[in-house]
């Protein structure tokens, strides 16, 4: 039974109202004489069509599909296979009906995906699209989940060239609540991106490149990673239940809470279906197969060449949303350290997530803290999740096993920060020596040094770094003074020469001209050895700090004794004695004065009238 020709439909396209297409489903609902009707109905099912008329077509075609999806045959099914005349007629007709069903689909896809006109008839229209497009996946598989429906769709919304923000926040607002249909989201993301990871390799990328500029990828290319990662962010993960009654699943067989299943056939072959198990799988396994499933989908979207903006994002959120949710945390250290390797805002970023897998599964980084290190320079303070590195930055200064050497170069170069950064930068950096110093007794000589020609035994005795050195520390006294040996561009702390050097830098913000800077560095005057009677600082008050929160501390600290804008008593010298030694500024009378110089000149007159008589 053949269908009209699309141009003789496509004529007739225009004279139908809304009345009529209303009449042709009805029909086509009522009879089977009336078959011819449903290509007249596919033709209104495009982006191109009136709203109203891609609606009312597509009320009739739902209702007509829907009973009928279980019975149709694949499309890869051939007429061979029926035995008899009959069956054989029966499966040709059931064949093209099929046929027309891939057609709705295709089409739906396409109105999915295209840009209308009109934003909120787009959003009805889309919202519509989509709740029948998930209707026919929960039953076009006997019952179980059409997974490769679902996956034309995923693929589909994921090449789109329109934005894809309504589609996907609509998808996880009704969707992704269902656990079958998270578990295929994830099948179907780690495949596109698996099958992008091979063109860029096929197109000679480089396969180590984590980030890469804009003029590196396509537009199409950056497209595609950015569609990918905005759906991927929104699946939410798994949530460990020990009752499989509340779990919720969009399409159900005939068991309950089975192991979601795909559908087998050979037209739909990019997703390869899960074998189905009739048994009813435990709370425990369903966990274990949904973080695998994300742990695969993340691996395998992360291996892409991520534009710079979608690569600060993913190490922004990657320790919270991600990490603690994967079967196996330590599979990331590769993506991690390339980029803690890289260097700038980048690093900063990975070492939220680097530290977690350090801290809590046993990775082992051998050159951490010398790129924590190299880290530290003034633009770090101005960088916008500053506070978060400063608060790990404490943290990894934290153990008492570090070596002296370490712990002095990151005091000292954090010391010698102190000279070029703004009065909120101060705080915390000051908070920060704070807590070495009184965490590492053993660096406490780098506060004052008893004797320059002892530095060598100190030295000695702190570690291995300096022993080196200690033939140079065996010089007259004489010539060090004035000399700091610590090499601030360095970048290895074991050779920095810290332990040869001291903290003079604190001594400089004593008299910071920010009152709230040279209050606190007081703090480290005290004998921070004495544990029991210090405390640590809490790094976390001073990171985030600014201009204005510092202003905002000063307008609300209250003042023993108001400042006035008088003098109590009137002031004899513009500046004291004390503040410039070796000037004297005390008031003598102009007349004395230039009396004192009128005596002097006739005296030089003198002598000069006497030499001249002699000559």
Known sequence: MAPNKPKK??????????AEIKTLGNDLLSSASNINNLPLLLNFVNPSSPPHHLLESLLSLHSFFLPLLPTLPSSSSRAADAKGSEHQSHFIYNAWLRSKFDELVKSLLEVLVSPRQQQEEQEAVKEVVLDTLMEFVK???????????????????????????????????????????????????????TTLEGKDQSEDKSENA????????????????????????????????DNTSDLEMWSRSENEHKQPCGDVNADDKQVKPEKHDNSVLSAAKIAKKMKLKFTQA????????????????????????VIPHLSNPVMLCD??????????????????????????????????YEKLYVLLVPSIFMAKHRARFFQ????CLKSPLLPAYLAASFAKKMSRLLLSIPPSGALVITALIHNILRRHPSINCLVHWEDQVDEGKGDKATDEATAANSDDAKVSASQKLG??????????????????????????????????????????????????????VNVGDFSSGSYATIIGAEMSRRVKQVPLAFYKSTPSTLFSDADFAGWTFDFKDTSEIMHGSDENA??????????????
């Open 335 to 368: 993506f991690l350290t390339r980029s803690y390797d890289i260097g700038g805002v980048v690093s900063v970023m990975a070492l939220s997530s680097l530290f977690i897998l350090m801290t809590q599964y046993g990775l082992e980084y051998p050159n951490f």
């Open 392 to 395: 790990l930055l404490d943290s």
């Open 602 to 615: 006739d005296k030089d007159d003198q002598n000069s009238g006497k030499r001249q008589r002699v000559v």
């Open 483 to 536: 000399i700091d040996h610590f090499n601030y561009g360095e970048p290895n702390p074991k050779k920095s020469n810290a332990m040869r050097s001291s903290l003079w830098e604190v001594d400089t913000i004593l008299q910071h001209y920010c009152p709230p800077v040279s209050r606190f560095a007081l703090s480290l005057e005290n004998d921070l050895t004495v544990r029991a009677k210090t405390s640590e």
């Open 298 to 321: 993340w691996l395998s979207f992360l291996r892409l060449p991520l534009p710079l903006d979608v690569y600060k994002e993913v190490l922004v959120n990657l320790h919270q949303v």
């Open 139 to 193: 039953v076009a598989n006997g019952g179980r989940f059409h997974s490769a429906i679902y996956h034309r769709f995923l693929h589909s919304i994921v090449h789109s060239e329109s934005s894809v923000e309504f589609l996907v926040d609509l998808l996880t607002a009704k969707y992704f609540k269902y656990i079958d249909v998270r578990y295929f989201t994830l099948i179907s993301l780690k495949k596109l991106a």
């Open 9 to 18: 439909n496509k004529n007739k396209k225009g004279r139908y109202g809304v």
């Open 210 to 241: 984590d980030v890469a500029d804009a003029s590196q990828l396509s537009s199409s290319t950056e497209r595609v990673i950015h569609n990918i990662y905005y759906t991927i962010s929104r699946v939410p993960p798994f949530e460990n239940s």
